[in-house]
C-alpha cells in the first residue's frame, strides 16, 4: 500500500479527529468484514487496507510521522511498516476486541461464537431424474456438537476454565521495538491453542474437543429440470458452529449421467432419427421417443437428410418455473450398402422415370476403385 492515502481509504480529509477516525474505521469494518462478505477477495482487501490505515492514524506517533512524510513508505529501505502482518485477519484481534467485543470469527476472542464450516457434496442422477426431479436420501458425515458435554469438552459435572496465560482471550501480544516506535503484534495463544480456555477434566466422548464424527441421511428434493454443474444449497446442514455459533451449509453439487437415446442442450433435447431413402422420399408417419414416451409424427414426402423436426414442449422443465423446453427430431437418411439386384433394377428404373442414364462405372487403369455414389449402390 506503498503511497496510499490513509485518509482517504477512510472517508476522511486530512487532519480528522481521533473520534472521527474510530467512527469512520467502524463503519467501514462492520462493512467489508470478512465473516459478511464470504468469499469476497474485492472485500478482504479493502478490509486490510482500512484495517492498515486505523492501525497508522489510530496511533498519534504513527500518525505524526505519517502527517510528515505523506507515505508510508518511512525510512530509506522503504520497507513500509516492519512488523505488521496482514496475512490473515487475525492481527487485528487487539482491534476488534476493543470495538466489536470478539464478536466476529476473524479476529478478537478466538473462543467467542463461530459459524460452521460448509460442506460440498456431489449428486449423481440419471438422466431422467434429473428431467423430472426426484426425493433423494444421502449420507453426509460432518462434526457436530457432542451430546456429552453439549460442545464445551469438559466432562459432565466440569467446565472449561479461562487460560490463564492469555485471560481467556486466545492471543498473546509481543513488543516489539523499531526506529519509528513501539509496535505490538498478537497471536494465537501456545498455552490453550488460541481457545481462551483450557480443560483439565475432558470430556470421554469427543476427548475434550467438544465436537464429534456423525455420519447423517438427510432427505433432499431435487427440483425438475436440474443439470450438470447445477449447485443446490442446504441452509443449515454443514458442519456445527463452535460457542453457540450457527452451522455451516451443505452444498449439493449436480452431476447429470448421458443417455443413450437423448443430448440435451439447456432446456431443450435432441434425437437423431434414421430414416430409407424410400421413407425419406415418399413420406411416412413414425414413432418418437421423448421423456414422456413414443409419440406419432408425420414425416412429409421429400425430407431432406439433416431436418430437423421441432416438437413444441417436449424438452426438459424450467428449474423453479413454468413451461418446457422442445424436442428436435434430426432426420437421418440411411443409404444402402448392399443391394440385392431386385433392389439395383428398381433404382435403375427410377433413374429412367426421372430421365437420368445409368451408366456402369469403370475402374482406373491403377486398380483403385473410382466408383461414384451410384456405382457403390449398383456394382
Known amino acids: ?30 462493512k467489508y468484514h470478512p465473516d ?15 484495517n492498515e490505515a486505523y492501525q497508522v492514524l489510530s496511533d498519534p506517533q504513527k500518525k505524526a510521522q505519517y502527517d510528515q512524510f505523506g507515505t508510508a513508505d518511512f525510512g530509506a529501505g522503504g520497507g513500509g511498516f516492519e512488523g505488521f502482518d496482514f496475512g490473515g485477519m487475525g492481527g487485528f484481534g487487539d482491534i476488534f476486541e476493543t470495538f466489536f467485543g470478539g464478536g466476529f470469527g476473524g479476529g478478537g476472542r478466538r473462543n467467542g461464537p463461530s459459524r460452521g464450516a460448509d460442506i460440498e457434496y456431489t449428486l449423481t442422477l440419471n438422466f431422467e431424474e434429473a428431467v423430472f426431479g426426484v426425493d433423494k436420501e ?31 482471550s486466545g492471543q498473546v501480544r509481543s ?34 474437543k467438544g465436537k464429534v464424527r456423525k455420519t447423517r441421511k438427510i432427505s433432499v428434493k431435487v427440483p425438475a429440470g436440474v443439470d450438470t454443474g447445477n449447485v443446490m444449497p442446504l441452509r443449515g446442514q454443514g458442519e456445527h458452529g463452535a460457542n453457540g455459533g450457527p452451522p455451516g451449509d451443505l452444498y449439493l453439487r449436480i452431476n447429470v449421467m448421458s443417455s443413450k437415446t437423448f ?3 439447456g432446456f431443450d433435447i435432441y434425437i437423431d432419427y434414421h430414416l430409407s431413402m424410400a421413407k425419406a422420399a415418399l413420406g411416412t408417419e413414425i414413432k418418437v421417443p421423448t421423456v414422456d414416451g413414443d409419440v406419432k409424427y408425420t414425416v412429409p414426402a421429400g425430407t431432406q437428410p439433416g431436418t430437423l423436426f421441432r416438437l413444441k414442449g417436449k424438452g426438459v422443465p424450467r428449474v423453479n418455473s413454468s ?21 439395383k433394377e428398381a433404382l435403375k428404373l427410377f433413374m429412367e422415370a426421372s430421365g437420368e442414364v445409368f451408366e456402369e462405372p469403370k475402374d482406373s487403369k491403377d486398380g483403385k476403385d473410382k466408383k461414384g455414389f451410384m456405382g457403390k449402390i449398383f456394382g
Open 138 to 168: 444421502i449420507s453426509i458425515t460432518r462434526s457436530e456438537n457432542c451430546e456429552s458435554c453439549k460442545g464445551t469438552g469438559a466432562k459432565s459435572g466440569s467446565a472449561p476454565k479461562s487460560c490463564p496465560k492469555c485471560g481467556g
Open 175 to 208: 513488543q516489539r521495538q523499531t526506529p519509528f516506535g513501539n509496535f505490538i503484534s498478537t497471536s494465537a495463544c501456545d498455552r490453550c491453542g488460541g481457545t481462551g480456555q483450557i480443560i483439565d477434566d475432558p470430556c470421554l466422548e469427543c476427548k475434550g
Open 36 to 50: 459478511r462478505n464470504q468469499d469476497n477477495k474485492e472485500a478482504e482487501e479493502r478490509f486490510k487496507e482500512i
Open 323 to 343: 413451461g418446457r423446453g422442445d424436442q428436435y427430431v434430426n432426420i437421418i437418411v440411411d443409404v444402402p450398402k448392399n443391394l440385392n439386384d431386385k433392389q
Open 263 to 265: 443430448k440435451r442442450s
Open 1 to 30: 500500500m506503498a503511497n496510499r492515502d490513509y485518509y482517504e481509504i477512510l472517508g476522511l480529509e486530512k487532519g480528522a479527529s481521533d473520534d472521527e477516525i474510530k467512527k469512520a474505521f467502524r463503519k467501514l469494518a462492520l
